[in-house]
């Protein structure tokens, strides 16, 4: 038998490991459930309710709203105080507040439970996407991160077929269906009690022994926990308020990693969650008949770019992954703002292109964001990069159905592909490739501590690794 010592990097993989990867996908789902069943939920909702155009786009993007302060504060604070301790708590909110949607008497009420939903969701992605890469050897990582957003869109689209099938229930079909994310988010939040610290967390904070034992009781004998005590950046214990982290991004140079992680992700999920959460209005503004039905339809194709993605992502590279998407989905925007005319069979398959497109890419917004940043930094860049992709998506959100009441859908279709256009130079100019690093070695890490003239310029954005 071989006992030889393993760095983490390079563990096979175990049960553990399955398990890490399983329950950080429970936020995910969550948030694609949350968001892919109020745009079913909608159109009942605005009548119920007597809103209008305005109403609607805050509704639809209230969630994304929350999930701004949840990834800005909860980022920071999942590096000062550890990833296992809020690790339940954010589902448990999800939960007491799916349920109570049942009883939202007004546009207000509904509009603060989501927006509380999506802080509690904001803050799952720095926390769970940190925990799993953290554990996860270096060929698991990526696939594994890039699942992730496969299960957001298994749950985008389960949450259309439960909307679809709940929707003859009646005048008050949208409060079950509203109601109905408490349940996945129970199940997630059984699964996830008892996970541990982070190793790589414990150790930079110093708290060696506790890593130690981590390792040994999760990851086995063959784990090489010097080795990996040897590369993980210990820091002092930070003063004053948990933001102050997000300073010390660019304090110590991880500026341009914060503006390309931020930028490329709000320029995939801007035009995707304005398009996705208005994609039965767009259909039969295009001249779609059944457009619920032909919504489901469109909607898993997401899951079948996702899961691409997924399998390609280590042969074919991040930066390649990201620049193809990118291209495809804006030209496939492009060609519907284009040709509003088109017959349904083409309107249905353009939209088919442009999930398909997106969620390939989309595999990218867990990766980039958690290799490129160290341990005592991760969930600190993670949550700007997820705050500030919400200020996007909550903005095209909102501005769609303003802008096509004004201007017409191909009006709208535009703006979403010149979004993607911007995407598509700021990723050419600086995705990096990091498929083939530690992540010592994708953060930079090792490089910076031993001084600027030894550090490798193949992992910071705008100089890509070849």
């Excluded at 063959?222 to 948990?242: H, I, N, Q, S, Y």
């Excluded at 503006?259 to 039969?284: D, M, Y």
């Excluded at 490739?433 to 490798?456: C, K, M, V, Y």
């Amino acid at each position: 038998m071989d006992t030889r010592e393993v760095p983490l990097d390079d563990l096979p993989t175990c049960r553990f490991h399955r398990k890490v990867a399983f329950v950080a996908a429970g936020g995910p789902f969550c948030d694609g459930y949350l968001l892919g069943i109020i745009a079913v939920a909608l159109p009942t909702i605005a009548t119920d309710l007597g809103m209008g155009s305005l109403g609607e786009g805050l509704i639809g993007a209230s969630a994304l709203m929350g999930m701004f302060l949840g990834g800005l504060i909860f980022g920071p604070l999942t590096d000062r105080l550890g990833r296992s301790g809020m690790y339940t708590v954010n589902l448990l909110v999800f939960v007491v507040c799916s349920a109570l949607q049942f009883f939202a008497g007004d546009a207000v009420s509904l509009f603060l439970m989501r927006f509380v939903m999506g802080v509690a969701l904001g803050a799952d992605y720095p926390i769970a996407t940190a925990l799993a890469t953290e554990f996860l050897p270096r060929r698991l990582r990526g696939p594994v991160l890039a699942s992730l957003v496969l299960v957001l869109w298994v749950g985008f689209t389960a949450s259309y077929a439960v909307g679809y099938l709940m929707a003859g229930l009646g005048d008050g079909a949208w409060r079950w269906m509203l109601a109905s994310a408490a349940v996945p988010s129970f199940v997630f939040l059984l699964l996830r009690l008892g996970t541990p610290e982070s190793p790589r967390w414990l150790l930079s904070v110093g708290r060696i022994d506790e890593a130690r034992a981590v390792v040994a009781e999760h990851l086995g004998p063959r784990a090489d926990f010097e080795a990996l005590a040897a590369e993980t950046r210990a820091v002092p214990v930070r003063k004053g308020p948990a933001l102050s982290g997000i300073g010390e991004l660019f304090r110590r140079g991880y500026g341009p990693m914060v503006a390309f992680c931020s930028i490329f992700w709000v320029c995939q999920v801007a035009p995707s969650f304005a398009v996705k959460t208005f994609q039965p209005q767009l259909l039969t503004s295009l001249g779609v008949d059944n457009a619920l039905g032909a919504s489901v339809l469109v909607q898993s194709f997401a899951i079948v770019g996702t899961a691409l993605g997924m399998l390609v992502i280590n042969a074919l590279g991040r930066r390649t992954l990201l620049l193809v998407s990118t291209a495809v989905f804006t030209v496939a925007l492009l060609v519907l703002g284009i040709n509003p005319w088109a017959t349904s069979g083409l309107v249905i398959t353009l939209f088919i292109v442009f999930n398909l497109a997106e969620a390939a890419g989309a595999a990218l917004q867990f990766v980039y964001p958690n290799e490129l940043f160290p341990t005592d930094l991760r969930g600190t860049g993670m949550g700007v990069a997820t705050a500030v992709s919400r200020i996007g998506s909550a903005t095209g959100t909102f501005l769609l159905p303003l802008t096509t009441d004004r201007w017409g859908t191909c009006t709208g279709l535009y703006i979403a592909a010149g979004i993607g256009a911007v995407g598509f130079a700021v990723s050419w100019r600086m995705a990096p490739e990091t498929r083939r690093l530690s992540l010592a070695q994708a953060s930079g890490a090792e490089e910076r501590d031993r001084g600027p003239r030894q550090q490798a310029d193949t992992t910071r954005p705008g100089r890509p690794a070849r």
